[in-house]
């Protein structure tokens, strides 16, 4: 038997089916949003309605899987009701945590509804102790999720200075929401990722076929990829576009469109002291959905009895067929 405490396994769903299927495929807590702005994951056909919130969480709970609402875009000025509002309806239902971003949302779950359980969404950016702290003196919050930027010991070292648990993302999309980057997307929809929930959306999207069977990506007025015949692409995204420069042709600027996976560092992210995994993923498809978090399960478990599992699917699964360790790779702290 391994020494290693096994962490809570957070999985992504875009839609009650989706919930239904993480949670049979193993998931100990779901994460999800209410349809509109107020989550960072605003697509057509994707979210809860209150009923249907409510039915899974109650479908969750016989299951003995939690679900945790994210409210986790920023409210804009004479819009603030709204999220109020998204807040009053997950403690009404009875979710088993509140994800919120924003510090307004924060404050008002602190006094309005003091005995919810609160995290810190990644898109506040919170990630050093000082930080960390201050949301968990001011508003009680039991749980921070990180942002994608720190190493393993960084990790370790903020464990061991905060007052509350760690929530580490371990698969999925790397990008960073609260970056500038993410103003690209806002520049040429009007559509803002971080108070609208949607970057890139659909509906601004084209493929224009070519005459070598290729397509041509375009975002709006821009163009921002262009995909040879069997080439594998990722969602079109204009910060994971390729860009000829006056420095460099047809190349990602700011980002390659691959996928996070740090399997291989589940261990060194238990020892460190991470609470829970993250899966990223409300987009994807309940196959994706079902695929990944069993995969997840079953690696999780392995390395807590001291095995070592099988991952090569999950590679399969990588945006693009391309796998990154990121930021968190580092020498080991141990």
Same mark, same amino acid.
Request: aromatic share 8%.
């Given at each position: 038997?391994?020494?290693?405490?096994?962490?809570?396994?957070?999985?992504?769903?875009?839609?009650?089916?989706?919930?239904?299927?993480?949670?049979?495929?193993?998931?100990?807590?779901?994460?999800?949003?209410?349809?509109?702005?107020?989550?960072?994951?605003?697509?057509?056909?994707?979210?809860?309605?209150?009923?249907?919130?409510?039915?899974?969480?109650?479908?969750?709970?016989?299951?003995?899987?939690?679900?945790?609402?994210?409210?986790?875009?920023?409210?804009?000025?004479?819009?603030?009701?709204?999220?109020?509002?998204?807040?009053?309806?997950?403690?009404?239902?009875?979710?088993?945590?509140?994800?919120?971003?924003?510090?307004?949302?924060?404050?008002?779950?602190?006094?309005? *509804?003091?005995?919810?359980?609160?995290?810190?969404?990644?898109?506040?950016?919170?990630?050093?102790?000082?930080?960390?702290?201050?949301?968990?003196?001011?508003?009680?919050?039991?749980?921070?999720?990180?942002?994608?930027?720190?190493?393993?010991?960084?990790?370790?070292?903020? *464990?061991?200075?905060?007052?509350? #648990?760690?929530?580490?993302?371990?698969?999925?999309?790397?990008?960073?929401?609260? #970056?500038?980057?993410?103003?690209?997307?806002?520049?040429?929809?009007?559509?803002?990722?971080?108070?609208?929930?949607?970057?890139?959306?659909?509906?601004?999207?084209?493929? #224009?076929?070519?005459?070598?069977?290729?397509?041509?990506?375009?975002?709006?007025?821009?163009?921002?990829?262009?995909?040879?015949?069997?080439?594998?692409?990722?969602?079109?995204?204009?910060?994971?576009?390729?860009?000829?420069?006056?420095?460099?042709?047809?190349?990602?600027?700011?980002?390659?469109?691959?996928?996070?996976?740090?399997?291989?560092?589940?261990?060194?992210?238990?020892?460190?002291?991470?609470?829970?995994?993250?899966?990223?993923?409300?987009?994807?498809?309940?196959?994706?959905?079902?695929?990944?978090?069993?995969?997840?399960?079953?690696?999780?478990?392995?390395?807590?009895?001291?095995?070592?599992?099988?991952?090569?699917?999950?590679?399969?699964?990588?945006?693009?067929?391309?796998?990154?360790?990121?930021?968190?790779?580092?020498?080991?702290?141990?």
């Amino acid at each position: 038997m391994s020494d290693l405490i096994k962490p809570e396994l957070v999985c992504p769903a875009g839609t009650p089916a989706s919930l239904r299927t993480a949670v049979d495929a193993g998931a100990n807590s779901v994460y999800c949003g209410f349809k509109g702005p107020t989550n960072a994951r605003n697509f057509p056909g994707l979210n809860f309605s209150k009923k249907e919130l409510s039915e899974s969480v109650k479908y969750a709970h016989d299951k003995d899987a939690m679900v945790l609402a994210a409210i986790n875009s920023f409210p804009t000025a004479g819009r603030t009701d709204i999220w109020k509002q998204a807040v009053d309806d997950a403690v009404e239902i009875g979710v088993d945590a509140v994800i919120i971003a924003d510090i307004g949302m924060a404050k008002y779950v602190a006094e309005q *509804h003091p005995d919810q359980r609160l995290h810190l969404s990644v898109q506040a950016g919170a990630s050093s102790p000082e930080a960390i702290n201050f949301y968990v003196e001011r508003f009680n919050v039991k749980r921070v999720v990180l942002p994608r930027i720190l190493t393993v010991p960084e990790i370790k070292r903020v *464990h061991d200075a905060i007052d509350c #648990e760690i929530e580490a993302f371990v698969f999925g999309n790397i990008g960073m929401m609260a #970056e500038g980057r993410c103003s690209l997307t806002n520049y040429v929809t009007g559509i803002s990722t971080n108070m609208d929930g949607v970057c890139s959306p659909a509906s601004h999207v084209d493929y #224009e076929p070519d005459d070598d069977d290729g397509l041509t990506t375009r975002l709006g007025d821009f163009a921002i990829d262009c995909i040879s015949c069997g080439e594998t692409a990722g969602y079109p995204t204009i910060c994971k576009g390729r860009y000829d420069t006056a420095h460099k042709k047809n190349y990602y600027a700011f980002e390659e469109p691959i996928s996070l996976n740090l399997t291989r560092l589940l261990p060194d992210l238990m020892r460190a002291g991470v609470t829970a995994l993250k899966i990223e993923g409300r987009q994807r498809s309940r196959a994706y959905i079902r695929s990944v978090v069993s995969a997840f399960r079953d690696a999780v478990d392995a390395y807590a009895a001291g095995e070592e599992p099988d991952i090569t699917e999950l590679i399969a699964l990588t945006e693009g067929h391309k796998e990154t360790q990121g930021a968190f790779k580092s020498k080991s702290w141990r």
